[in-house]
């Protein structure tokens, strides 16, 4: 039963996870290839077991993403160390090899059914179409590889376990609490920095939003932008595509990872609540161009840094409308899969669907939970399975709830306006990537794209 409801829910076909993979095990490593990758391009995975010493995965996975890289090539990015699922972590950058062009890379450590760690690489043309048809077939291979690595023994050159650090990264703690109902306010009405600091993770992301949000249309003003530049990537951790736009405005400054309209943007509010006396990671820093190509200074160490990569983020025409229905898809063995649509029509309505499953095993209980959810303009649906050798069931829950997904748009420059059939009215980020030829949006944090554009 047990088996059956994760064939149902997550369609893990093992015995034939390989048939769509070229694959060898060399030198106690296990590298899969694509059987119809292009000849242009470029997307392997390689699997093998480690040895992690007295190291913990985090100061191991950081160590040895950069010993391996000098013998790859120079990286274009600072490296991005991310906390996983289950005590996993994983490692991605971007590198020129010494052939040339450019290659993505990532590292994702993993924990085999005997408890030993193994981790798996991915090199990847920085090419979308190639990062989401092959990225989301990784989820099928990974229980093939891990079975086949448990044969072997462990890796001799290419695992060796890194020198450790002289000095590893301590883990940080922070004190969630709550902001006093009564707290004192800087002359622009802000907390300090201290009470900000001190607010819970999901009250920091209520403040800032309701500070550095204007009316409508009272924010940026066209004239005072340089240009609205996007970096398209592909997370292979979370199986997703990923977007980072960048705000440049004549002043000299840059405001990244923009997720709000930017005509209804407070500069001066979120250069202060997102600046570095309130954020960690500020997400204001400063632009020059020099050749035609645009640079932007590194807040941490002052170094200016290329964009590379990058494409012009286009605005809406005021009052435009589309004919297209807009997808976007993630899975991953560790967040599970969603796949959802914005369906814009030419009379001004809207259409939104979304469904995601998640599920796994709750560790030595050996039982299986699975969740799907749906969610369409008929309504809301949820199931939750539970399954174990010994029992099994499930139970669906529906809610006629369907005119939140459906209303009105209205595109006006970088934003776009919801009108829930529910009474529900929000405004958010729009633009096309300039170089996909209007196949593709970003609505708010995420891209959305014609489904048969390639």
Known sequence: MKNLVIMLLLCPILAFAQKDWHITTTNNTITCVPKDLPSNKEFKIIFYKIDLGSMDKKAWITQHAKDQQPALGQTTKSW???????????????????????????????????????????FSSPDLGILIKYGLKVNKLKPYAEKELMALQLPGLVATTPPAPSKPDAPTTTTSTSAPEEVSTNSDGLVSASVFKNMSAKKCRQYVWKHIRTQPNQGVKPAAIETVL?????????????????????????????????????????????????????????????????????????????????????????????????????????????????????????????????????????TYVGVVNESDKTGSSGTTVVSSTDVGGGVTNKKNDGNKNTGTYYIDGYSIEFKHDNGWVHRELFHFPAGHKRKYIQIAHKVYWIKDYD
């Open 80 to 122: 991005k160390i991310k906390s996983e699922k289950q005590g996993e972590w994983s490692a991605s950058n971007e590198y020129k090899p010494t052939s040339g062009g450019k290659l993505a890379i990532g590292y994702e450590t993993g924990t085999l059914s005997n408890g030993d760690p193994y981790v798996y690489q991915l």
């Open 230 to 366: 996007v970096d398209i990537g592909y997370s292979v951790t979370l199986g997703t595509v990923t977007t980072n736009t960048y705000l440049l405005l004549k002043d000299g400054t840059v405001y990244t990872d923009c997720e709000t309209p930017i005509q209804d943007l407070n500069v001066k509010m979120s250069k202060q609540l997102e600046g570095p006396d309130y954020k960690k990671h500020s997400k204001w820093s400063h632009w020059k161009k020099e050749r035609g190509q645009y640079y932007i200074q590194n807040p941490k160490n002052q170094q200016w840094e290329v964009l590379d990569d990058v494409e012009k983020a286009l605005p809406g025409k005021k009052g435009e409308r589309l004919n297209d229905t807009f997808w976007t898809f993630s899975g991953s063995q560790m967040y599970g899969s969603y796949k959802g649509y914005y369906k814009l029509m030419p009379d001004g309505r809207f259409e939104i669907y979304s469904s995601s499953i998640r599920g796994g095993d709750m560790g030595d209980l050996g």
